[in-house]
Every structure is written in structure tokens, then in C-alpha cells.
């Protein structure tokens, strides 16, 4: 079985072939740097630039295995959620080539697709938990197993990559214009700070919940940093934001920290996974493997290309997929496929009773 | 509909249960094909209110922040019961009207049936209807304080036949 995945529902424009929902045998990925003069996602751009290289990609990945389009089993698309005029030329490049291969078209749910990212090159077994984190997203989903999904808490307003996102612009860290990967400017200044000299708070911490929110910590380093600009000029808050950024970044692993660990303790879940684009956070992933090793929990952190958007995890829920017969092997099955903007996750149920 | 009762000019919240207080105020003057534009710099509470204005209006759904989709959309009901389409935007991460335009935001802009509620409208003057409701948010000394200010937006253009209309 050979599984091409595509993935196109934001930035990156990806292509994977994979061999089981576990084996991915080659990937490839190109990352939109086309919106930095603009200073913003400019969604046609983004649909032109995935035009652009889509073909290029897939047949990198292609090359990279020695497989033709001939010998694959079936093409997997990311149809939702994401940008729609992204999404749009994934999932009809995808029906072009299954139109002219044969092959059939299976629709992948973005979400799902981060949580098979923990199981490639892994022994990792449902039941467990991920930790979702990302610029779009911040869940806690219980894994029951593969396709049975229960959502046990998530953001109530913004993502934890989104945070990241406004306060690198709060605290000046991003070149003019750009507004998005402040992740990776936020934690490399956090890198210089002290994260016990200010205390952000830690919204929703302490009650009957496992949902989550950043926007009030959002809202408290923005006032923090005007008192700080105008009691002590830009160069008291040039000082600061060392300290700034390490406090803030602390938080945000805080209340991810303590909903993920209570989620395993009331479930008792011995198993966690940590996917999506804010996995690359250093803290976030040592902190986490500590905490997890307290309680004796296993860590399953995909590499760093896993985490970002690609298509290897389309193409490992493809292989998933098309191994359950829901391909169903017809040739016409998966042409009225349609890209899916807002696609609700299969399988995904409101939380149960633990 | 061209002239609209005014729910409130001015008021200053203390909590985000108050902002999202507001927003419930707001909703019930609220009409199908409305587009609600907000401005207010980052944590001034636009989200916020928005959650309110929704929960007020049905939606059982999460209602969070769009930034990273650009559109979220919910399924809200009018005070009679009637299904009621939300599309909450939030332009944030968008550079200009242009690239907004080219992926159809100017049909849902002017879409009579459904409700438009547009985060950092600012950033798109030039697309925004003929008529519509304007909040403005900003933060005020206290940290906790959020000032709101709410009107009902005429071009001229719709000023001067909403004139001629009243006159007939």
C-alpha cells in the first residue's frame, strides 16, 4: 500500500507518501514566504503560491520513494479546516490526479491528521492523549482509539500559538509587518529571561475544568508593557522583555501543563502525545516530559517537521483510512469530495462522563 | 431598515461578563444582513463581546477567536426562532481590502440573511456596506476597565436617502 497525502490548508504546501498509518516513506514540504512583505496572510496569495507548488512538491515526494503515481493505492487530501481558497487547490489537485490515475480520493479532517503525527515512527497505542497546540488551535483530545475521539477541553478564546503570534508584536519582536511565527521569537528572547519575575495570571486554573484561555493573559502583558513604556520609556521596556517574554511563555506551559495533567489523572491515561506547531517550544516539551515522568505517564513528542503542518500525517491517516475499507477501492469513490473550511472532526464526541 | 434605536453610546465595563453583557444588549437590536464592525486595539475585549452577543443569540457552539481561520461561523436563532446565520471575521493577520475582496468577503459583507460580526474592521473601510453598527473598544486607565462605544453607521449616501425617505 502506497498513500500520496497532500496538504494545503494554510501556509505550507506539502506532499507525502506513506506506506502505513505508522511508515511514512517520504515527505516534503514548501513554506509560504511570499506574505512577508505584506505584512499578513493574504489568503489569494496563499492559493496561488500552493498552485505554484503543488506539482513540484509531489513529485519531490514522489522521486524521493523511486514510486510513480501508478503505484500508488489511493491519494489523501487535507479538506478542512483551514483557509478556503488554500484548502481548494489541494483537494482538487488531488481529484485531477485521482481522475486521471483511478485511484480514489479520501478527505482528511486537519485535526485528525496532527493526532496521527504522534503515531509515525512510533509504538505509541491508543487510549492516550493529545495535547493539541498550534497557531489555530488548542485542544485536549482523548485518543480512544483510532477514528473514536472525545474532546475533553480546549481554548475558550484565543490559541496558545496565536498568544505567541500578538505578544511578539506586543513586545516588538517581529521585523514590521510580520505577524505571524512569533512563537520562535517569543521563547528565543524568553531564552535571556527570568520567568519568576512577573506574575501573568493563569486563567480558569484551579476550577472543575479542563478548558483553557489566553486572552486574558494576552490582555494583561499589554497593560503591563504601556505601564512599563510609560513609567520608563522604550528603554525600560527594552530591558524587560527578556523577563517579559519568559513570564508569559511560563504561563501559557502553566495551564497547559495542569489541564493535560489532570486530564490523564482523572482518566487514568498513562500516555500522552504532544502535536501541532507549538510542540516545538522547548519549555513546553521539557516541562512537560517532567511533569509526565512524575506521575509515570510516557511523553510521545513527533519530531519538529511532524508538528508543523505536512502531509505525512495526511498521508498516514490515508493509509488508515484506505487499510479500513473507507477508501472503498472504487474508482469514482471520493469525487464529489469538496474542501471543507470549516470540517468538524469524524469521530469526535463532546466529553463523556470519566 | 435605515434609522436604528441606539442600545447604548457609551459605557464602561468592568469584567468580561460585563462586556459580554453589552453584547447581549446589542443583540437584541440586531437584524438579518446587519454587519457589526469592531475596532479596539489587541485585549481590548472585541472577542469578548462578540461571545456574549452570540450566546445571546443561540449559539450553543464554542465562539472563539478566528484569527488563525480568518471566519468562523455559527448557527444563532433571531429572537422569534428563526434560524440565524453568524459569520464572526477577524482581519488581524490581513494586509489590505484587496486580497479580502478576492476571496468573497464583499458577498458575505452584503449577504441580507446572515449576520456579520468583523473583528479589526478597520482594516477594511473601503469594503464595508452603506449601513452598519460600529464598536469601538478601548482600554482605559484602570486595567480592568474597558470603555465601549456603539453607533449606527450611515454613508452619506444612505444619510441622504434615509433624509429624503423621512421627509416623504
Known sequence: ?354 | MNTRTVPFQREVTSSPEQTQALGAALATHLHPGDLIALEGDLGSGKTCLIQGLCRALGVTSRVNSPTFVLINEYDGRRPGGEQLLIRHFDLYRLSGSEELEEIGVREFFHDPESLCLVEWADRVPDLLPAKYWSIEMSHLEDPADRQVCCRWVMAPSAAMATARGSEA
Open chain 1, 1 to 354: 500500500m502506497l498513500i500520496l497525502g497532500i496538504e494545503s490548508s494554510c501556509d505550507e504546501t506539502a506532499a507525502a507518501i506513506a506506506s502505513s498509518e505508522r511508515s511514512v516513506r517520504a515527505s516534503a514540504v514548501l513554506s509560504q514566504m511570499d506574505h512577508a512583505p505584506y505584512g499578513g496572510v493574504v489568503p489569494e496569495l496563499a492559493s496561488r503560491a500552493h498552485i505554484r507548488a503543488a506539482l513540484p512538491v509531489i513529485e519531490n515526494a514522489l522521486d524521493q520513494t523511486g514510486a510513480r503515481l501508478r503505484d500508488l493505492s489511493a491519494i489523501a487530501v487535507t479538506q478542512g479546516p483551514g483557509l478556503v481558497g488554500s484548502l481548494l487547490v489541494g483537494v482538487n489537485l488531488a481529484k485531477g490526479l485521482a481522475y486521471g490515475t483511478g485511484l480514489p480520493v479520501l478527505g482528511v479532517h486537519h485535526l485528525e491528521a496532527h493526532l496521527f503525527s504522534a503515531l509515525i515512527d512510533s509504538d505509541l497505542e491508543p487510549p492516550f492523549v493529545a495535547l493539541l497546540v498550534s497557531g489555530g488551535h488548542t485542544e485536549l483530545i482523548l485518543v480512544h482509539a483510532l477514528g473514536d475521539y472525545e474532546l475533553l477541553g480546549a481554548t475558550l478564546d484565543d490559541a496558545a500559538g496565536e498568544a505567541f503570534d500578538k505578544v511578539a508584536k506586543l513586545l516588538d519582536l517581529l521585523p514590521p509587518g510580520q505577524l505571524v511565527m512569533g512563537g520562535r521569537a517569543v521563547s528565543a528572547s524568553a531564552e535571556h529571561g527570568d520567568p519568576t519575575t512577573i506574575r501573568f495570571p493563569r486563567a480558569l486554573s484551579g476550577r472543575d475544568t479542563l478548558d483553557m484561555s489566553f486572552s486574558g493573559l494576552k490582555t494583561s502583558v499589554l497593560t503591563y508593557v504601556n505601564s512599563l513604556r510609560n513609567e520608563g520609556g522604550q528603554e525600560a521596556l527594552t530591558a524587560a522583555t527578556p523577563d517579559i517574554a519568559a513570564c508569559f511563555e511560563q504561563a501559557v506551559v502553566d495551564v497547559l501543563i495542569d489541564r493535560t495533567m489532570r486530564a490523564l489523572k482523572s482518566r487514568c491515561i498513562d500516555r500522552v502525545a504532544l502535536v501541532g506547531g507549538v510542540a516545538a517550544n522547548r519549555r513546553l516539551r521539557e516541562t512537560l516530559a517532567e511533569a509526565a515522568e512524575t506521575i509515570g505517564a510516557r511523553l510521545t513528542v513527533p519530531s519538529i517537521a511532524l508538528c508543523t503542518d505536512n502531509a505525512a500525517m495526511v498521508a498516514a491517516v490515508g493509509a488508515h483510512q484506505f487499510a479500513q475499507g473507507s477508501g472503498g477501492g472504487r474508482v469514482d469513490e471520493g469525487y464529489d469530495l469538496d474542501a471543507s473550511p470549516r470540517l468538524s472532526l469524524p469521530g469526535l464526541q463532546a466529553s463523556r462522563p470519566a
